[in-house]
């Protein structure tokens, strides 16, 4: 056992169970915990987010602190907090678990050396993807940009790291006091309005709240998988995205228990794949670091989108006539998170019925929701537009209504956010304005006072659209 401390440091990996950092300082006696706020990542992160990183470092410090060890909360730039408290605790090595964005890879890459120089041992490991994003490769030895060649790659490889790595029983802490700030005095939970009502009773951060998803999935869900997972008025799904965000389960362990759970067939595989587009974003940041910013098709840069606040702040407000697109983007704000199909339908709104600028509603979910993620956010805003890697042709282009029709047959899931719709029968609840007059006022529907008209038309916007695209295409 070496006498001297290593600092563990957690970041988006907020979990004791198959922690590779943790394992190593572990191994090597009294461990130091250290989570740091970074100011400018503070910055960056959304609401929604910030709500979660509060309850998610609060059960950690708990089940650390059970362990024998406490977790260490300091605030400022992450390279200097660390070389001081290298400094203040005489830590002769220094542990994490890495991050994939370009600017998170430098500055890793950055303190790596300065601590190497200064004596101190740095390693980092992979826990937040079954491979890191390097290893997956064409057979040119290049990136691969379209999912399914990638995925059948991935898929014969297998995650990196088969075996599971055990929460540690016990830890050794440091023998002296070591200064920490106050969970509380960091403010990330909202006060004046407490908006996170809803928050609260759905969902449950931290590493036991992530198990207790995937038993619950596993269990009752995963059966039906392939057919129900399209369906937002039913639990068809894991809801495992802010807590695999947040780093509280790692994809392996999810990959392991699915497999356990499970007899091999197309459930199981379409659960798998769709982590294996977690793992096709990241590969898509890791090797386009642009992707936040930039579309991957080129000809995109010169689209002539629309600059129209007015109708960006109805779709923002789920205010937009269109009840699926409205149900959704409410869904978001009370909930922070939206089912995946509506992630769709209201993205193709905004960019193909609006034609606003798919990086808005990039940042519009980034600030609002629990499960926001630099990779899979990006790619999939990219791809809905039509600009990113095997993404949907732009000329497919979503209808409000039949994909209400379709995938919220009885309109459940439309009541539930749209309650001033709610007596309206099934076969108007997606396309109110069509409804006899007297049906209208008898469902207390008043359309242009307590429930908007359609801000724009279907059928002319997507004739706009299929214009503006024809228009790139030429130039
Ligand atoms: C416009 C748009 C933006 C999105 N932004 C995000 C985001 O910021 N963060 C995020 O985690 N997901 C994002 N997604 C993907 C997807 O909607 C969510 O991962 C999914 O709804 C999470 O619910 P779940 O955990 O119940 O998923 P499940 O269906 O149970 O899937 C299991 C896991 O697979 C992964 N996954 C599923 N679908 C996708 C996908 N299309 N792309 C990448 N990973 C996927 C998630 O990690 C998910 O937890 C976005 C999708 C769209 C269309």
Not at 211 to 233: I, T
Not at 334 to 346: E, P, S
Not at 424 to 448: C, D, F, M
Request: glycine share 6%.
């Amino acid at each position: 056992m070496a006498s001297k401390p290593s600092i563990v440091l957690f970041r988006r990996d907020l979990r004791l169970a198959d922690n590779p950092a943790l394992r190593a300082g572990a191994e090597r006696g009294a461990v130091i915990p250290l989570f740091i706020l970074d100011d400018c990542e503070r910055q960056k992160l959304g609401g929604a987010a910030l709500w979660w990183l509060h309850f998610s470092l609060s059960e950690l410090a708990g089940a650390l602190a059970d362990r024998g060890a406490l977790l260490v909360l300091r605030r400022g730039d992450s390279g200097a907090v660390i070389r001081s408290l290298v400094a203040e605790t005489g830590a002769d090595a220094v542990f994490w678990n890495r991050r994939y964005t370009s600017a998170g890879m430098a500055a890793d890459k950055a303190l790596k050396t300065a601590l190497t120089e200064a004596g101190v041992a740095a390693r980092s490991f992979n826990a937040s993807l079954l491979r890191d994003p390097w290893e997956v490769q064409t057979k040119s030895g290049g990136p691969y940009r379209v999912f399914k060649p990638f995925w059948n790659s991935l898929r014969a490889a297998g995650p990196a790291e088969a075996k599971p790595i055990a929460p540690p029983a016990k830890l050794t802490s440091c023998d002296a006091a070591i200064p920490s700030d106050e969970l509380s005095d960091w403010r990330l939970v909202p006060t004046k309005p407490d908006w996170a009502a809803e928050l609260r009773g759905k969902w449950r951060p931290g590493e036991k709240g992530a198990d207790a998803a995937l038993q619950k999935f596993l269990q009752s869900a995963a059966d039906d998988y392939a057919e129900m997972r399209d369906r937002p008025d039913f639990e068809g799904t894991s809801l495992l995205s802010p807590h695999l965000a947040f780093g509280e389960i790692s994809p392996t362990a999810i990959w392991r228990a699915a497999h356990a759970a499970a007899a091999p067939g197309e459930q199981i595989e379409k659960f798998l794949s769709e982590l294996g587009w977690r793992e096709f974003s990241w590969h898509l940041l890791y090797h386009y670091p642009d992707l936040k910013t930039e579309p991957l098709r080129r000809d995109f840069a010169d689209f002539p989108w629309a600059d129209d606040d007015a109708a960006f702040t109805a779709w923002t407000r789920g205010e937009t006539g269109y009840p699926i697109v409205d149900a959704g983007m409410r869904q978001l704000w009370r909930t922070g998170w939206m089912h995946n199909r509506v992630r769709m339908i209201v993205a193709s709104f905004l960019v193909k019925d609006l034609l606003i600028h798919w990086r808005r509603g990039e940042e519009w979910f980034w600030d609002t929701l629990v499960d926001a993620d630099a990779a899979s956010n990006a790619a999939n805003w990219q791809w809905v537009a039509g600009c990113g890697a095997d993404a949907a042709p732009y000329f497919r282009i979503f209808n409000p209504v039949s994909q209400g029709e379709k995938f919220d047959p009885c309109g459940d899931y439309v009541r539930r956010f749209v309650p001033e719709l709610a007596a309206l029968p099934n076969e108007y609840i997606h396309r109110p304005w069509t409804a006899p007059k007297e049906l209208l006022a008898k469902s207390n529907v008043q359309l242009g006072k307590n429930y908007p008209e359609p801000i724009v038309d279907h059928a002319c916007a997507r004739k706009l659209a299929l214009e503006a695209f024809a228009a790139i295409k030429k130039s």
